[in-house]
């Protein structure tokens, strides 16, 4: 017999960063941590690792990061009693932020693969 609540409930030990060995519990933690320091600052993969005093190496799983990033902070938000206006606000900013640093990877990869 399988729980409904165990289909809908993720894996919190799940790896997200293979090279430095850090699990999706770890990461929401110290996203969480970050908030309570300024509910409102720009979190980024970067800022995260720095906060675990790690740092990128491959950087192939910060798109999963940012993920984590959106999902924690619109919890911890959702938690806090935010008002619409500023949740809406803050994960519009975060958004496009993650838009614009896909857009401006993607620009590098195709760069990079130009024939000279």
Known sequence: MIHISALTVPD???????????TEKEIEDTIIGLLDEDCWQ????????????KRGRCCGC????VDLIIRTTQHYHA???ST???IFDFMDRLKRFH??????????????????
């Open 84 to 86: 619409e206006a500023e």
């Open 79 to 81: 938690c806090r009693h």
């Open 99 to 116: 838009e614009e640093n896909r857009r401006a990877d993607i620009e590098r990869r195709q760069n990079s693969h130009r024939a000279a």
């Open 42 to 53: 720009l979190i980024v993969p970067a800022k995260v690792y720095h906060a675990m005093e």
């Open 62 to 65: 910060f798109p999963n990061v």
């Open 12 to 22: 919190k030990s799940m790896l997200v960063c293979s090279c430095n060995f850090i």
